[in-house]
């Protein structure tokens, strides 16, 4: 086996699940809609890798990483989904340390996920407040943030 990924079902959301065409009428199953789940769209954090290239994590280092983000767990789903695609941005930005105003910059990429949603920023800010209460980001005062890693 050289790679092994395990997503805890707390990160399914549905922004990262894609609709398929239904089946034609005449299928078996005609109407019929299945979906695609897009990895890619995951953020980091809820990627546990139990084998990477061949090479097992240790079970320890797996469980850490789970219980660092099960408290995303206790949720309401319609909220996590804003929650991870915030983290999503978060990672995206590549540093430990960023600012609100880099976050900001996500937001159309926001606002294409939530076109109805007329106040992104708003949205993005109050997320980074659910991430520092669920212990996944510090604040360090006057709009910047570190990743607790």
Not at 104 to 116: K, M, S
């Amino acid at each position: 086996m050289q790679n092994l990924l395990f997503v805890p079902r707390f990160f399914f959301t549905e922004s990262i699940i894609q609709k398929r065409k239904p089946l034609s009428e005449h299928a078996r199953r005609a109407g019929w809609v299945g979906c695609n789940i897009l990895l890619g769209e995951i953020p980091s954090d809820g990627k546990l890798w139990l084998v990477s290239n061949g090479l097992e994590t240790r079970a320890s280092d797996v469980r850490k990483q789970f219980e660092r983000m099960r408290p995303l767990e206790r949720l309401d789903a319609h909220l996590r989904g804003w929650t991870l695609n915030v983290l999503k941005i978060v990672r995206k930005i590549g540093r430990k340390e960023f600012s609100l105003s880099e976050a900001y910059l996500f937001a159309p990429e926001l606002a294409r996920i939530y076109p109805h949603n007329r106040y992104i920023r708003h949205k993005i800010r109050q997320q980074l407040q659910v991430l520092r209460d669920l212990g996944v980001l510090k604040f360090t005062g006057r709009g910047h943030y570190s990743l607790d890693t």
